[in-house]
């Protein structure tokens, strides 16, 4: 993994290109990915491991500081070249919102210009081409052309691919607007008399706010990716076997149930059950025999996988299945029961 975690580091070259945009802490974001990309820390929230060969790894963006809700919503449509849509094309869903520059208090001058900016809405689409185009260009001139190639893409995404001296590679870039102020209204999270996690934990999370990812045209999309590193961070202090029934499960799904480099079940989906099973069993002694407790997890995962429907733990109303192929779903689901009908063989 350390020629990809040196591929990389050409990204941090845009800095000189879009100086309003990148972190400019540079060199202990990179010392971060590269330790995470040479497998020397579990978990870290810039990067998701969807698959072996699959990443998906956000940029964090600068210049915007004081975000506060928008109270009075304004929903508009335009074409990339800022000419106004006639009719609207949807509404945001629970995990997407608008985002308006006047909902923070400084912003750099540079997040006014029309490159990215249509009447005060600051629009992803625009942001994405900008980022592509660095992208494009910091390949180039770091001489990667020959490791790293920007993929065609049919939604509003950059890809690329990139060539490691084990395999090929592919990763998700996604610019990242972080707001560590506060805690989205949308969320209302914990729900009411849940004994896990603790309040402790809980204000902990939320304190450290949520991130706004530019990942299609019009809305930008709610992440919590400091919320999720923190709940899994010190999960089993109590001295359960919740890592290990989640490193268990991803392994099976790598390897049995969901293989490929484009599973339609990744391992954002599996961290999500385990949210949900550690708030429905919130109690030590649950997660004290493993093979108990894995099993809960797989029935949660096969339950889920049959009905099509996986509630995002922190915006209850969000299917994060719902545009997943129904055919691989119910591809897996049987995988599942054939597990579930004889599990001895992973559980000896």
């Known amino acids: 993994m350390n020629d990809l975690a040196h591929a990389f580091s050409l990204f941090f070259l845009c800095t ?188 902990c999370i939320k304190s450290l706010g949520f991130d706004l990812l530019a990942r299609s045209n019009y809305h930008w999309q709610l992440c919590f990716s400091r919320a999720e590193h923190i709940l899994m961070e010190g999960l089993d202090e109590d001295g359960g076997c919740r890592m290990k029934c989640f490193r268990v499960m991803r392994q099976m799904k790598e390897d049995v149930w969901c293989a490929g480099n484009k599973p339609v079940i990744t391992a954002y989906h599996l961290q999500t059950v385990l949210f949900w099973t550690c708030e429905k069993y919130p109690r030590t002694k649950d997660w004290r025999c493993f093979p108990e407790a894995f099993l809960r997890l797989v029935q949660k995962l096969h339950k889920c996988v049959s009905q099509h429907f996986l509630k995002h733990y922190f915006l209850k109303n969000t299917n994060l299945l719902k545009y997943a192929n129904t055919s691989d779903l119910d591809l897996v689901a049987s995988k599942l029961a054939v597990f579930l009908e004889n599990p001895v063989f992973c559980l000896d």
Request: charged share 25%; glycine share 2%.
């Open 16 to 203: 000189s290109c879009f100086p309003f945009c990148f972190s400019q802490d540079q060199p202990a974001l990179l010392a971060k990915w590269s330790a995470m990309l040479r497998r020397k820390r579990p978990y870290h929230p810039s990067i998701q491991v969807l698959a072996p060969s699959q990443f998906l790894i956000t940029v964090p963006l600068r210049g915007l500081t004081g975000y506060r809700e928008c109270q009075v919503r304004h929903w508009r449509y335009y074409t990339v070249n800022g000419a106004k849509l006639l009719s609207s094309v949807r509404d945001p869903e629970e995990l997407h919102q608008w985002l308006e520059v006047e909902q923070f208090s400084k912003s750099l001058q540079q997040w006014h210009e029309e490159d990215v900016n249509i009447e005060g809405d600051l629009v992803p689409a625009k942001v994405l081409i900008v980022f592509r185009e660095l992208v494009e260009k910091s390949i180039i001139s770091c001489n990667l052309s020959s490791k790293v190639t920007v993929l065609e893409s049919f939604s509003s995404v950059v890809r690329v691919a990139v060539e490691t001296s084990e395999s090929q590679v592919e990763v998700e870039l996604v610019p990242a607007v972080e707001i560590p102020t506060c805690w989205p209204e949308k969320a209302r999270w914990p729900r009411c008399l849940k004994r896990w996690p603790s309040q402790e934990k809980v204000r």
